[in-house]
């Protein structure tokens, strides 16, 4: 019998917080979509490789990575180095550290596509200034984004009626469907000469439904068009980044992208995004006055130089890839011994799954959970991260909670659900 | 005879790094403002206390202190050791830290206005977010700000015309005099019931010129508008914040704030921002969806909990203010003995000067260059700013250097600009 964790410490933490925080817990990080809430620890006592521990001492093979950031583990000794090395020389000081030009040399060699990098903290931070260089370059206002694409939290990025969002803020935004070409030039001859760029990931992962790779031919033909036309392309690989491809999930997808926005994956945990871009755009991003209060500090800096160099040596994207899909074919089969369908989407590096017996996602939510409060933390409603860190040991250890999360529910809903 | 620097690697460092970066080093550490350029260094090898090292081996008295984040001095044993602490547990992961909520106790203990707390990383994402919950809360789109306030590099609070700005981003913002409550007033009529917010630092401080403190009654003035006219103040307590009062600005100038941002000072260096608020506003802010990758990060959360500890226990603002009140006087008297009308505006801790002369600011440029060439790092076009660590014999030595440069510029411009 496994051992199924409770939570008494996580949710009492929680009730003092939502006194003095707003939601709590907000964000991406927010308790809201973990469904139900009960069967996920709130707080991170300790992190170390694959693994999390709770404040309750529950300890979790982290499916999650943080949403992104964790690539190589957690307190990757290597990384850990760098980092602590640089810390000691200094970190947000009057002037730029030597090594943001490191960084930008071997990010430049590594991505065919970028002929120069900038430096800043956040996604948002990036994609935004990514819209402001194409609309310098171009002089036009729109933006051409998917329907239900993520490229941050400024208004123009949300959703039009969300808190805080004006319609005036999604003025210049026009949003298509993913994999519509027909859509695609339809809204560019509509909106001939007004459109600055397109911005996009490179495959489309929104939450809460089957994520989907570039339909054949999808992402040249759009190149082709957007040459035609000057629209910029944008290349939003803040979440795909590095578990693809080093060079860019451009180059995975066999496309060149004017800009390509870059967070999460880049320095494991170390606060920094970039954005890379071609010569041809060097002018315009040099033009647009775009800067933040820690976006020199070294420290970033040299976690990134050395989480990239450690990537490339061991090819982390193909081992990712190969450990996503190792670990997710099983786990399909497991699926199919209980007579539940469990669709896997998206790149094995960064799977979405999904039950497909119960379309309301309820079954779903109720096999994440069981997963979670016996170890392998899973979301019901976000693709999930692989990291270096995650052995076959894990992988292992994770098909047995899964068998037993799929017992679970099925001794729950008998046949309800079978197919 | 003083050493005079050169600055032959930081230059050819330069160099290379313009073939890569947009600018070569961008926003507001780009070297354009530093006039003549020749005369800074601009790239940081070292940095201890109130000590920065350039790669060319010239040490510096660090009067920018990053621009604001380095407050406690550069590599604070108590704060790295808190940090240090945190980072072995771990930083960046899939949960929340415990931390978060012990930060968000201290912070809403410490500062009277402050009911919540809400973490981010760069001082826009705080004024962004703040503007978001503003509008969230009162229905309106429009934003009341002081020309020549900056809050960062969002769209809207560019100023119009610069690049990748839209003429539609600007049109929800107004913007009125520092000090003028006549114009405050006529404004706030003129747009009744549509100004969501009011958004300024307590007192104004802009780059280029005479920075400037509120008129006797002014704050009073404008809460009792904003109360009646149901505008959320904001008070945007990134540059001064802790620099004046560790209990928020607002306090210092007597009026009561609904959110206040804070970014530069809150953890000496490390990358965190925040916005506290009022019980009023704590629902709106909950609906807004706001986040960020690092957002959640505890590393930065134990170094700004260990930064605050240690400017409460010894009183880091009054001290501030102490010795820059001294270091302040005594170069206003060497300037006065060389026929320089030294002016000083703002606080004694994050002061501005300009030597009155050359009304073309060519004069004082000239100065702040001679005595960075010595070794104390003045900037010309921004206000500096005193830490903790600047003790009486950075203070002594910094006398030193005044008073040498001002002898190498009387010595190059005899007597064309004596009073």
Request: aromatic share 12%; hydrophobic share 40%.
């Amino acid at each position: 019998m496994m051992k199924i964790y409770n939570y008494k410490k996580s949710h009492a933490l929680f009730k003092k917080a939502a006194e003095i925080i707003p939601c709590g817990i907000y964000g991406h990080y927010s308790p809201s979509p973990l469904v139900p809430a009960t069967a996920y620890p709130f707080y991170t006592a300790k992190a170390k490789g694959s693994r999390i521990w709770d404040v309750d001492g529950n300890e979790f093979i982290d499916y999650m990575c943080a949403y992104g950031p964790m690539v190589t583990g957690y307190g990757n000794p290597k990384i850990e180095a760098a980092a602590a090395k640089q810390n000691k020389l200094g970190n947000c000081t009057t002037a730029v550290p030597p090594i943001m030009v490191e960084l930008a040399e071997y990010m430049t060699d590594l991505i065919p596509c970028a002929d120069w990098a900038f430096f800043a903290k956040n996604g948002g931070d990036v994609t935004n200034y990514a819209v402001m260089v194409a609309r310098a370059a171009t002089g036009r206002d729109k933006i051409l984004m998917i329907s239900g694409g993520y490229h941050g939290v400024s208004p123009w990025m949300q959703t039009a009626g969300h808190h805080g969002v004006m319609d005036d803020d999604k003025k210049n935004v026009i949003a298509i469907k993913w994999n519509d070409i027909a859509q695609f030039e339809k809204t560019v001859s509509e909106n001939k000469g007004k459109i600055a760029c397109f911005i996009s990931s490179p495959y489309h992962h929104p939450v809460f439904c089957d994520n989907e790779y570039p339909a054949d031919g999808y992402w040249q033909s759009i190149e082709k068009i957007c040459r035609r036309e000057g629209i910029v392309i944008i290349t939003d690989d803040i979440r795909a980044g590095f578990r693809l491809d080093m060079r860019g999930s451009n180059e995975f997808f066999g496309y060149k992208s004017d800009l390509i926005c870059y967070c999460k994956a880049l320095a494991n945990g170390y606060p920094i995004s970039a954005l890379v871009g071609s010569k041809d755009l060097m002018n315009a991003a040099s033009k647009v006055f775009y800067t933040g209060s820690y976006w020199f500090s070294a420290v970033p800096m040299a976690a990134a130089l050395a989480n990239l160099k450690e990537m490339k040596r061991t090819n982390a994207p193909a081992f990712m890839l190969k450990q996503g899909e190792k670990l997710l074919n099983s786990m399909v089969k497991i699926a199919s011994n209980y007579g539940y369908d469990l669709k896997v989407s998206g790149a094995p590096s960064m799977p979405y799954l999904r039950i497909t017996n119960d379309p309301s996602l309820m079954l779903h939510q109720e096999w994440c959970a069981e997963c979670t409060k016996r170890g392998a933390y899973f979301t019901s409603h976000h693709n999930w991260f692989i990291s270096t860190a995650h052995d076959d040991k894990d992988i292992k250890k994770t098909w047995d909670i899964v068998d037993d999360a799929f017992k679970a529910i099925k001794k729950k809903f008998g046949d309800e659900f079978q197919l």
